[in-house]
């Protein structure tokens, strides 16, 4: 007599893995890391470095000691973690602020909510903005991008503004779009170089990893109010194309805001979700104190969306619609 299984959902199983999933999104950050290394060398290596073994370190020591749980540290999580962590930083930060800023990624933005899969806000943010926060002036000096692959030193690499400070200031040595597109910018060391995100984020995509949903409507909302805002005064607020390329848009957009954790599940809560990270940003770069914006309207509508996915949320399976009066 065949005997039936029963178990919850869910039901449909394909080869993804939590692996698979996390080194593909490595791979998909390789354009950029290598575009980090060769505007700014031999910091970009060292910071990089210093955050991903911290990462792995710490969530080992934590899980193995703290937690009594077999260590998970090879399933990629920790290793990204650092990586998107290094990438939101600037490349001549001192290497024990980079060493306390995985430990607050992982210790307290991630591992405190119980691991992966429990975590309410990205970790990598989650140590950005505390270093930000406690360290304003270290996490505010970008070291100016000077190429030839590591020529630049990291103890007294010169420092430049980015372009994000200089919409603060006005826009008459803004960058060329050319520019802002190849990473020949100030910023962090993952922000600089669009042209490398984007295609880490086509490969994501055709990779299945992620989907359009939250990529999108970021940039679009992103580019909607800041066309407005030019419209309106072009001396004053710069163009869409200009805030698409600048900043930590592109990185947020396409590897922060998509972390399956702390986004919406639905692909309509994940449109409101991305608009809301959108206008967020514009506003905290145009009026905000910080010219960034990018990390806090992620974190804040990573507080979002629990609500998001209680509120829009397909319907159950057999339930009755309701008759119309």
């Known amino acids: ?180 597109l190849l990473g020949n910018t100030g910023g962090s060391m993952g922000e600089i170089c669009a042209a490398a995100l984007l295609l880490g984020g086509i490969f994501l995509l055709c990779r299945k990893v992620i989907t359009w949903h939250i990529p999108v409507s970021i940039l679009l909302t992103v580019a909607l109010f800041t066309a407005i805002l030019h419209f309106a005064n072009p001396t004053v607020y710069a163009s869409p194309l200009t805030h698409l390329l600048t900043g930590g848009l592109m990185l947020g957009a396409i590897f922060m805001a998509t972390d399956y954790v702390t986004s919406p599940m639905t692909f309509w809560g994940q449109i409101i979700y991305g608009v809301g990270i959108g206008i967020l940003t514009v506003v905290i770069r145009t009026w905000g104190a910080y010219p960034e914006g990018m990390s806090f309207a992620i974190l804040i509508m990573n507080a979002v969306t629990p609500l998001l996915n209680t509120y829009i949320k397909p319907k159950r399976f057999g339930e009755k619609r309701k008759k119309e009066n």
């Open 1 to 180: 007599m065949n005997q039936l299984i029963v178990s919850p959902a869910p039901h449909v199983h394909n080869s993804d893995s939590v692996a698979k999933n996390m080194y593909s999104v490595v791979i998909a950050l390789v354009p950029a890391y290598l575009a980090a290394l060769y505007f700014f060398g031999l910091g970009a290596l060292l910071v990089s470095l210093t955050a991903v073994v911290s990462c792995v370190l710490f969530e080992y020591l934590i899980q193995r000691f703290l937690l009594k749980t077999k260590p998970s540290v090879w399933d990629g999580s920790a290793i990204l973690t650092g990586l998107l962590l290094a990438f939101n930083l600037p490349s001549n930060l001192p290497i024990w602020m980079v060493i306390l800023g995985a430990l607050v990624a992982i210790g307290i933005g991630k591992m405190s909510f119980g691991g992966l899969g429990n975590n309410i806000f990205n970790p990598a943010l989650v140590g950005r903005v505390f270093l930000l926060i406690s360290f304003p002036t270290q996490m505010t000096t970008w070291p100016r991008p000077l190429g030839n692959w590591g020529l630049a030193s990291y103890i007294d690499a010169e420092t430049a503004a980015t372009p994000l400070a200089m919409m603060k200031g006005g826009l008459a040595e803004m960058p060329s779009h050319i520019d802002l």
